[in-house]
């Protein structure tokens, strides 16, 4: 293998969606340099955190019917039952709840955690509140998506944090959706809360860590009792 191709592949792609935040790094730090050289170089270090923040590798999803991937990278935040958030009308009935915590060094391009049809999706304005916050799930600003399965509808629902100011969607109502696709993003830190059914077992535990488009999160065909973790 050449070295160019072992440097290609080293080398995490970038979403498009921070191009223009990393020109406008560039460009600031040109000017900040022009006016005194110690304040270039700090823009260019925040210009190369923008470009690490807007990374987008690649992932090998499992596409195996009736798993539930984890549609962002982070922390396992929370695993309850709860009544789904009600402009995703899927009932007043409790459902499975799986939270995902992103800080601001987690990827932030988010990926179906199932494959379907995009059923709903709706947008909700609201605070920016810590989002590792229960209550974000009601009070803060999201993005609510139902994806029609063979297998029952699943939700999915983006929430802004302190940082996070805007949710970025890559699919509109009718799409068919593919396990692992991108599906939207959320700048600078914020959460993702999967809605499943209630006989469904996690196979995550809380606190661990997952990835988008790989880690699975549970098996929509599967009962059973709920998997033990151990910290270590």
């Known amino acids: 293998m050449s070295i160019y191709n072992s440097v290609r592949e080293t080398l995490v792609p970038i979403h498009k969606e921070g191009y223009p935040f990393i020109a406008i790094g560039v460009v600031a730090s040109l000017l900040l340099g022009w ?9 260019a270090l ?16 499992p596409q195996d019917e009736g798993l539930v991937i984890s549609p962002a990278d982070g922390r396992v935040s929370s695993i309850v039952e709860v009544v789904p958030p009600p402009e995703l009308a899927l009932g ?28 709903r999706i709706a947008y909700t304005p609201g605070l920016f ?19 029609e399965t063979p297998r029952g509808p699943v939700g999915v629902v983006q929430i802004a944090g302190l940082i996070a100011r805007r949710i970025v969607g890559f699919v ?3 799409d068919a959706l ?3 696709q991108r599906y939207g993003l959320i700048r600078f830190g914020s959460r993702v809360d999967v809605f499943l059914p209630t006989s ?18 549970a098996d929509l065909r599967a009962g059973g009792p709920r998997r033990t973790f151990v910290s270590a």
């Open 35 to 43: 006016l005194w050289e110690p304040l270039g170089w700090i823009g």
């Open 46 to 61: 925040i210009t190369l955190w923008i470009c690490y923040f807007f990374r987008d590798p690649v992932r090998v999803t």
């Open 92 to 119: 007043t009935e409790p459902m499975l709840r799986i939270s995902v915590f992103m800080n601001v060094f987690d990827v932030h391009v988010n990926r179906a955690p199932v494959a379907g049809q995009v059923r």
């Open 129 to 147: 509140l810590n989002a590792d916050l229960d209550k974000a799930s009601e009070d803060n600003e999201r993005s609510a998506m139902v994806i």
């Open 172 to 174: 509109q109502e009718g």
């Open 178 to 180: 593919t396990t692992g």
């Open 200 to 217: 469904v077992t996690p196979l995550v535990g809380l606190n661990q860590r997952a990835v988008a488009g790989e880690t699975v999160l």
